[in-house]
């Protein structure tokens, strides 16, 4: 895959070496797998040479960084690798995918080559004639024409890429320790961003964390690609870390320069569309929102599958309800109970019940000084997960449900909120203050529900809530203001790989999965400024609001068989626990609620 660099680099390379002097490569004694020698190899051009060898704990880090140059030459000047100390026949597996030949070196590497830098690894320079006129010592990278050849040449009057043509031809090493190719990125997907960054401009390497929270926004849909100019991959990925990005980082020098931006003043986003053609460019860029990229005033997935959930019926499990936190609710393993927060009488503080679905039994679960709240089942219905102030600060707590046995899951002094539990019993996800940058914030963190492992999900410098397990348990879904409203946001627990579901116009929060994994029932605010329930499919397509009228719908969770979600509401004027009843058709007229059927008297 040589990248043709055209005449006039090749003059200006013999040209820079026509004058040197120095040893011959002709004292490199073996040869390749060909059965050629060095001076067959590079007869009649310039050439770069690697010696070292397989006791080089880098060896095959230090060939890939030659593949590089090899491939940025083109035809302009030769690249060869010799290794020594290895036998000839045990260097195919090296050989293999390299565009260059591997030569197995005879002997110790004579002293004239090695010079009074003295050890391997090390880059000869040589010229048409085999004289070498540099060494690089321990070999720099990336290893790249202007930096480590220093050719001077012009090749032209510098150009951005043009709309219609494919991204260059460029491999380039990356701050994860791998290579990739631009144009290879930009084909593997409908739509690729690359974004050119200046190394030495701190306000410009800024611009690696909105990358990721972009490339996080828009998951598997658009590739984004951050390259930092005049940086080597070891810069890139100091630089990833402290901007903490896990998106691979590229590094170019300035050959790359001029072939990916021109003479555009830096930073540059280079934006592709199908089969990888250059689609637009921008000098002077800003990172863009998600619905920049994708000219989109919607979510991520726009279309998608009806959403089959009806309401059938709603009706209203509490009255007289009080509470100083919005209170929640959580239906039991059976589906046969709700659980929920708040208190019946004032000058209380909010503890745990039960009801009946029907509404006919009402049973207080805790009485401790501390409020308890947030409460949510096992899936097999012996134990609740709630937060408590009963040891001092917000901490997530269980309570065996039969026996009344109090344990506190968490002790780390930090202030809890929300637990979830996935829905095979095995982890239990939560919000967490903790301080980001000399600032608080809640971040997501997973625990078992014996407190053990305690770890984040992800950590980051914008509030994260209200989370909840997939059905799988493979994602979290959570709301987050990274982007100034609250939106719904799915999180990968292996890859962290992260997505907007919803936005960006209204504040959307408080998610409920589906036990079926088809659904996301969450609160949106809409145009009249309340909360209301909405549904749409898990990658975020066909939106379809659930409840109407006045007051605000909140914290949606569904029962285990899914055919019933439990939510409160302000729609009496105050909040109260309800119950939605749903139907098989999406043919429905929201029902007038039910006459409440609990209410302060069965205490």
Known sequence: MGTKIGHGLAVAVLATFATASGSYLEAVRGTDGAGRTVDDITAGKPAVVLLTSPRVAAVSSQLQQLRVLAEE??????????????????????RAGLPFPVVAG???????????????????????????????????GPLTVAEVLRVRYDPGPPRSPKAGELLPDLVLPASDGEFYNLRALSLMKAKTLVFIIDAKDETSRAALAPLQYLADDLGDELEVVPVILGASDAVAAKLAEAENVDIPVLAAGPLAARRLAGKLELPVMIFTGEKGTVAGVRERATVPTREEVLAEESAPAAEGEPVALAVASVSR????????????????????????????RP??????????????????????????????????????????????????????????EFTQISKSGGAYAAPNYSLDGRW????????????????????????????????????????????DGNRVFFASRRYGNWDVFSSDLKGGKRRRLTGPETDDR??????????????????????????????????????SGAGDDLYPRFARDGDALVFVSSRTGSLEVYKIKFAPTPDYDLPRPARPLVSSEFL
């Open 510 to 547: 408080m998610p409920a999965p589906s036990p079926d994994g088809k659904y996301v029932v969450y609160a949106g605010k809409g145009g009249g400024g309340r909360y209301k329930l909405w549904a749409m499919n898990v990658d975020g397509s066909s939106k379809v609001q659930l409840t």
């Open 106 to 140: 005879e002997g110790d590497v004579p002293l004239t080559l090695l010079g009074d830098e003295g050890a391997l690894p090390m880059a000869l320079l040589a010229t048409r004639k085999g004289n070498v006129v540099r060494r690089y010592a321990d070999v720099p």
């Open 347 to 404: 000058r209380e503080v909010d503890h745990l019940y039960e009801v009946t679905t029907s509404g006919k039994k009402l049973r207080q679960i805790s009485m401790a000084a501390a409020p308890d709240v947030a409460p949510s089942c096992s899936p097999d219905g012996v134990h609740i997960a709630f937060i408590s102030g009963r040891s001092g600060g917000s901490e997530i707590w269980t309570c065996e449900r039969v026996h009344g």
């Open 73 to 94: 030459l083109g035809d302009a000047a030769v690249a060869a690798a010799v290794i020594y100390g290895e036998d000839p026949g045990k260097l195919a597996k090296l």
């Open 317 to 344: 499990l509490t009255e007289g309800l009080q509470s100083d936190v919005v209170p929640t609710a959580s239906f039991d393993a059976a589906g046969r109970y709700v659980v929920f927060c708040g208190r019946f």
């Open 428 to 471: 239990l996800v939560a919000a967490r203050k903790v301080k980001t940058g000399g600032d608080e914030n809640f971040d997501l963190w997973v625990v078992t529900p014996r407190g053990r492992r305690e770890r984040p999900v992800a950590e980051t410098f914008y509030d994260e809530i209200e989370p909840a397990f997939s059905a």
